[in-house]
């Protein structure tokens, strides 16, 4: 009897194996499991027989189906184990001779570029960089700049006036703006510094505008302001078509038309020969063959006094541009307010 029982124990055990070989889906091992392991399967059957048997039948018998019950178990607990792993892989397949996906590095905003290639330029012409507050008093944006109180010039640029007010030495209140012009900077840079000099002052300005595609109401300028015993517009001939031919890398002619600012007596505004068709009359130009970039003229007597000059001492010349308008002729972008927008599509193009 117990012979019998060990000898069907081995032949179940020869049958699970190779039916474990034959299997190779999760459904059939379920099957297999149920079929050797399950509640109604034979070792069960065996082992519930055990309680009839002798002490030793018990003992051989029970032995033998319990470690063949367990390498049974192990080997189909193996083989789904496998199975899942496979399936796993087989969705998470990594392709190694695919190309990485490339690292996105910050970089500087094109404006600030731009800023930096500008300085380099006039340093390169013996030119210091000057600095000045963004909040600015009324004083500094427009009475030293010869901008009487209720002047119809203060329209010209419309201001983002500041609710807070800052004391004057006589007990009064003056008002604050964020600056409409780096202008007052002539006044900054005159009053602690002694003639002759060139300055440039790069920065950002505020103007209350409705914006279109040449127009924000927060962009950059540039400044710059030249003086000594004898300088004339002839001098700023000279730097505006070195400084314009290096910026866009080709020889270009600056014209001056009447103008009117009331720091600058004569004023003008000037334009350089077109930058795409170099004169002779594009779309870019409107077929004028000139692009307009900027204002300037010979500083007003007035200003030196202002900013602490004896009047008819010094001479000079002052200048101002937009920024955001050079690097549109530059690059052929046509619409300014792209550059403040923070569209990462379009700010990756400037590495
Ligand atoms: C001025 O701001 C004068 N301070 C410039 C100046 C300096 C004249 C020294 C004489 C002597 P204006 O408002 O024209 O001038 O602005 C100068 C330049 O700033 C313009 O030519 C243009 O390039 C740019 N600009 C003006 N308004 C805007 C705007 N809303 N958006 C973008 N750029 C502008």
């Known amino acids: 009897m117990q012979k019998e029982i060990l000898e069907k124990?081995?032949?179940?055990?020869?049958?699970?194996?190779?039916?474990?070989?034959?299997?190779?889906?999760?459904?059939?091992?379920?099957?297999l499991k149920v079929k050797y392991l399950g509640r109604k399967s034979e070792f069960v059957l065996i082992l519930r027989g055990l309680k009839d048997m002798s002490?030793?039948?018990?003992?051989?018998?029970?032995?033998?189906?319990?470690?063949t019950k367990i390498v049974i178990d192990s080997e189909i607990s193996l083989k789904i184990f496998q199975i899942e792993q496979k399936e796993n892989d087989e969705k998470e397949w990594?392709?190694?001779?695919?190309?990485?996906?490339?690292?996105?590095?910050?970089?500087?905003?094109?404006?600030?570029?731009?800023?930096?290639?500008?300085?380099?330029?006039?340093?390169?012409?013996?030119?210091?960089?000057g600095d000045g507050p963004e909040v600015e008093t009324e004083w500094y944006n427009f009475t030293a700049l010869n901008v009487p109180a209720d002047h119809p010039a203060r329209d010209?640029?419309?201001?983002?006036?500041?609710?807070?007010k800052k004391k004057d030495n006589e007990g009064g209140e003056e008002k604050l703006l964020p600056r409409t012009q780096l202008s007052p900077d002539q006044i900054h840079y005159m009053q602690?510094?002694?003639?002759?000099?060139?300055?440039?002052?790069?920065?950002?300005?505020?103007?209350?505008?409705?914006?279109?595609?040449?127009?924000?109401?927060?962009?950059?300028?540039?400044?710059?302001?030249?003086?000594?015993?004898?300088?004339?517009?002839?001098?700023?001939?000279?730097?505006?078509?070195?400084?314009?031919?290096?910026f866009f890398g080709k020889e270009l002619e600056i014209r001056l038309r009447?103008?009117?600012?009331?720091?600058?007596?004569?004023?003008?505004?000037?334009?350089?020969?077109?930058?795409?068709?170099?004169?002779?009359g594009c779309r870019s130009c409107k077929n004028t063959g000139w692009l307009e970039v900027g204002g300037c003229g010979i500083v007003n007597q007035r200003v030196f006094e202002n900013a602490g000059y004896k009047k008819d001492q010094w001479q000079g010349f002052a200048w101002g541009f937009g920024m955001e308008r050079l690097a549109m002729m530059k690059y052929k972008i046509d619409d300014i307010r792209l550059f403040m927008g923070g569209d990462l599509r379009f700010l990756r193009q400037f590495k």
């Open 192 to 246: 602690s510094h002694k003639p002759p000099f060139r300055v440039i002052v790069p920065g950002r300005v505020y103007r209350n505008e409705a914006t279109d595609a040449t127009h924000e109401h927060t962009f950059h300028q540039f400044e710059v302001l030249v003086v000594g015993k004898d300088i004339s517009v002839a001098n700023f001939r000279h730097v505006a078509r070195t400084f314009f031919s290096s």
């Open 9 to 31: 124990i081995k032949v179940l055990e020869k049958e699970a194996k190779e039916a474990l070989e034959k299997t190779d889906s999760l459904d059939a091992l379920e099957e």
């Open 258 to 280: 009447p103008g009117y600012f009331p720091f600058t007596e004569p004023s003008f505004e000037f334009d350089i020969s077109c930058t795409v068709c170099g004169g002779k």
């Open 156 to 164: 010209m640029q419309d201001t983002f006036w500041l609710k807070q």
């Open 55 to 67: 002490a030793d039948d018990k003992k051989n018998v029970g032995s033998l189906a319990n470690k």
């Open 94 to 129: 990594i392709d190694v001779t695919l190309p990485g996906s490339e690292e996105r590095i910050g970089s500087m905003h094109i404006i600030s570029r731009i800023q930096k290639e500008i300085e380099g330029i006039f340093i390169s012409m013996g030119f210091e960089i």
